[in-house]
């Protein structure tokens, strides 16, 4: 949004403190949202066939199943759930072998964990992990990679919290289409994961400490084959700690002139990433630790489709994107599509935030490639740590993913950066 709100302080509008009530502790939404078991599973459904496992019923239709025609005078819709499958349903687990209760695995310090490994086509359809582990930092230093049909470099790769939308280490339960974290500390995403001819995803212990007890679930259909006009699932881990903003001074940036500044082509904008080929933008989870205090979220997201060099799509400000509006009214909220279900001491230094964004309803497609971006602040001016993951299907090969930070520098702390405040933060050392 623009710095209109900001301009009306005092005026009984804008992001008045005493306007809201300050969320402590990140209360998370649920069942209270107006959202029911039966909505969120029949959401589930519509995403599926949104992003593409319809190509894949399509492809068991000529199996031999019945799915895709409209006959006798019933919709599709109608008949959804009942029409017949021809496809093998298959899990991956870390049940136990010898028929006990040790139903999980452990993870010693660099070590690896094979979640999934099977050849042949299919589609992974859900994803479950559940970890015990004395590692206060287990959800960044856990790392989780997928590959599909024997490619060299994962499709897939992020701190296995950051994944979940988890973005800051932390445990918080709360509901969206594609991810979910249930009690207590169930990790679940629904994201399509189609593959030709084979599939592997590990788990690796970046910590100094064994992890005890991995529990996992990998639900997968196999089928004859796969259509040729599916795009393969891709996930990137991305950060800024802090990013680089060019003022020290946000107590009265506005009646200095900050908004003023102007950004067209997205320089030094944050990245969320970058991608050659063709395909579609999914989704986002963002986490955000504040290195200064009043709102850090007047930056815009820009999106730079098929080598444009102005923004394909120009947003009006990061809570705008994450389809909420003024500050988020300083309080967590979490729906189908969109969300901030973590939010503790919004507006302040150290505040923190956990957001997605997902784009089922119309996911962005790109010919040839594509760079989705968002300023840190109006015009890049702030200087906040941002913890990323962007969701996304193309064809492959995809370009090279940037090196994964190293453990230490994933878990978020603060950064002092300057400004009003500044003596009451970290050194950054």
């Not at 891709?234 to 950004?263: I, L, T």
């Not at 299907?393 to 090196?403: G, L, M, S, V, W």
Request: aromatic share 10%; charged share 20%.
């Amino acid at each position: 949004m623009t710095d209109q709100r900001n301009k009306s302080k005092g005026k009984g509008e804008g992001k008045s403190k005493s306007k809201y009530t300050q969320t402590r502790g990140g209360a998370m939404s649920g069942a209270g949202d107006g959202m029911d078991r039966r909505k969120l599973l029949g959401g589930m459904v519509s995403a599926g066939a949104v992003l593409g496992l319809g190509a894949a019923s399509k492809a068991a239709s000529a199996q031999g199943g019945t799915a895709g025609s409209e006959e006798n005078g019933a919709p599709e819709s109608l008949l959804k759930l009942a029409r017949l499958r021809s496809y093998k349903a298959r899990r991956s687990s870390s049940w136990d072998r010898s028929g006990g209760n040790g139903d999980a695995v452990g993870v010693a310090a660099g070590g690896s964990a094979t979640i999934l490994d099977v050849q042949g086509a299919g589609v992974v359809t859900h994803v479950w992990f559940t970890i015990a582990s004395d590692d206060a930092h287990h959800l960044k230093n856990l790392v989780l990679r997928m590959w599909w049909d024997g490619e060299s470099s994962p499709s897939v790769e992020a701190p296995i919290g950051d994944f979940f939308g988890l973005t800051l280490g932390e445990y918080f339960t709360y509901q969206s289409a594609l991810t979910t974290v249930a009690p207590v500390k169930a990790l679940n995403c629904y994201f399509e994961m189609p593959f030709a001819n084979g599939a592997k995803i590990t788990v690796t212990n970046q910590g100094k400490q064994k992890t005890n007890a991995l529990y996992f679930a990998v639900d997968y259909v196999t089928l004859a084959s796969l259509p040729e006009d599916v795009g393969r699932f891709h996930a990137q881990y991305r950060q800024a700690a802090p990013a680089k903003g060019w003022s020290d001074d946000w107590k009265n940036n506005w009646d200095k002139g900050v908004g003023d500044k102007k950004n067209l082509n997205g320089e030094g904008n944050y990245v969320f990433m970058e991608a050659t080929g063709r395909g579609h933008f999914v989704g986002v989870t963002h986490g955000v630790v504040q290195n200064q205090d009043e709102w850090f979220g007047e930056g815009d997201d820009m999106i730079f489709i098929d080598g444009d060099t102005q923004p394909t799509i120009n947003g009006t400000g990061t809570e705008d994107y994450y389809n909420g509006a003024w500050d988020f009214g300083l309080q967590s909220f979490g729906y189908m599509h969109n969300g901030a279900p973590y939010m503790v001491d919004p507006e302040r230094i150290g505040g923190r935030y956990c957001l997605y964004r997902w784009h089922i309803e119309s996911p962005i497609p790109f010919e040839k490639s594509i760079r989705v971006t968002m300023e840190h602040g109006h015009a890049n001016h702030r200087s906040d740590n941002f913890y990323t993951v962007a969701y996304w299907y193309q064809t492959e090969p995809h370009a090279a993913f940037p090196a994964l930070p190293a453990p230490e520098e994933r878990i978020p702390r603060l950064f002092a950066v300057g400004g009003p405040g500044a003596e009451k933060q970290g050194t950054g050392d």
